[in-house]
């Protein structure tokens, strides 16, 4: 049995962000559209209720011309006592309109970014904030087709309007590993969203990689409630500087049985979209795994990104971990949040799974109030019974390329 750690440290200095930086007062100002008040007010009473029966509702609501549809590109794994290929889909439905005032929540959120409404950019933020604005539709049902010919109900969703759904797939051999097979939904005209996802195929050997996405490979600016607010609304998003190059790098090295990767972040499902995009440019395909605690809920935009994020992180990686338990995985995150005491905490849980943990050490001027994150005693502490040459902690993601080398070379 693994000796259990919680340390408070991370914890703590989160606390300590929100408050010099003010995070209480910034969400405090935000609008706040979160259902009931808005999303659930088309709801007749019977649907209302059905809805908190998620999959076992029994009478799901169709999807129409006038919805929105987002199906979540994923992982198919082997099922263990089976031996069959199953994955998880998650499904996103939501109305195409909007029950608040669109324009009052573009101008309260350009007004806390400094931006004036005659500024071109200004349309941008209407753009990104409009899957916070959408209403979800609960209970509803997305009939799709995975690889062209396996016919797929997906959902019903629950009250956030997302499902999620185990379902065993086809071929029982090889023939699938590492490749990507795609799921289109079965939608009326006029339907919009991401109408079509991939799903990669893992056999149970092999690498993976576990990677943060914020202030990780994308700035977020996640110690600073303007910041966060500036780079998902407004600025063309970047990646840190160096990350994509390791990450390609990563690819190439461990690609003899190609690698899933998965993409673990504290950001809400509404970024799912923008997110999804990004990665498409800059990085290796992999599965988006979000938080679905803020739906339509601008100030738990922050709240997400700050708070629990060690528990939720740790949890979503003890599902992968049992998709792929005999993989040799390598974690990589940065020090803004607690990802340090998380990757830590899932090395000591599963021995022998996490072969590689690469923290990146954010220095530069968007992670106002980094000092403390980034003192050695902090990772120490994180890394408490894992072995010195398993972690690592850098400036420059070149000086990884021979780290994880290395740790490939070693491991058969």
Not at 24 to 40: G, I
Request: overall charge negative.
């Amino acid at each position: 049995m693994a000796t259990s750690y919680k340390y408070t440290a991370a914890i703590d200095m989160q606390n300590r962000t929100r408050k010099e930086r003010r995070f209480d007062e910034v969400e405090r100002d935000l609008p706040n559209v979160s259902p009931p008040a808005q999303a659930l007010v088309s709801l007749d009473k019977a649907s209302s209720i059905l809805s908190y029966l998620g999959r076992k509702n029994p009478f799901p609501r169709s999807i129409t011309d006038k919805d929105t549809v987002w199906l979540l590109d994923n992982t198919a794994y082997r099922n263990e006592r089976t031996g069959k290929w199953e994955a998880e889909f998650i499904t996103a439905a939501f109305s195409q309109d909007s029950s608040c005032t669109v324009i009052d929540v573009v101008s309260a959120v350009a007004g806390k970014i400094d931006l004036d409404e005659n500024d071109p950019n200004y349309p941008t933020i209407e753009e990104r904030i409009r899957p916070f604005l959408q209403d979800i539709k609960p209970g509803a049902q997305v009939n799709a087709v995975h690889g062209g010919s396996t016919p797929l109900k997906l959902g019903p969703g629950g009250r956030n309007g997302i499902s999620s759904d185990i379902k065993s797939l086809p071929g029982s051999g090889s023939e699938h590993d590492g490749h990507l097979v795609p799921t289109s939904a079965k939608v009326p005209k006029g339907t919009d969203g991401i109408l079509k996802m991939k799903t990669f195929y893992a056999e149970p050997q092999g690498w993976g990689v576990i990677s943060d996405i914020d202030d990780t490979i994308k700035i977020t600016q996640t110690s600073d409630p303007i910041g966060i607010l500036r780079t998902t609304f407004l600025d063309t998003p970047e990646p840190c500087p160096g990350m994509p190059e390791l990450y390609q790098f990563i690819q190439s090295i461990i690609q003899e049985t190609l690698p899933p990767w998965f993409y673990l972040s504290a950001s809400p499902y509404n970024l799912y979209s923008f997110l999804r995009e990004f990665r498409q440019q800059h990085y290796p395909h992999g599965t988006i795994i979000l938080r679905d605690a803020s739906w339509m809920s601008l100030p738990g935009l922050l709240t997400t990104l700050t708070l629990g994020t060690e528990d939720y992180k740790v949890d979503r990686m003890d599902k992968i971990h049992s998709w792929v338990p005999q993989r040799k995985m390598v974690c990589i995150g940065d020090s803004t949040q607690s990802d340090p005491e998380a990757y830590g905490e899932i090395y000591r849980k599963y021995p022998g799974w996490v072969k590689v943990i690469l923290i990146r050490k954010v220095e530069d001027i968007a992670a106002i109030g980094i000092e403390a994150k980034n003192e050695p005693e902090r990772f120490e502490k994180a890394f408490e019974g894992v072995p010195r040459d398993v972690w690592h902690v850098f400036s420059d993601p070149a000086e990884c390329k021979k780290l994880v080398q290395d740790a490939v070379s070693k491991s058969p």
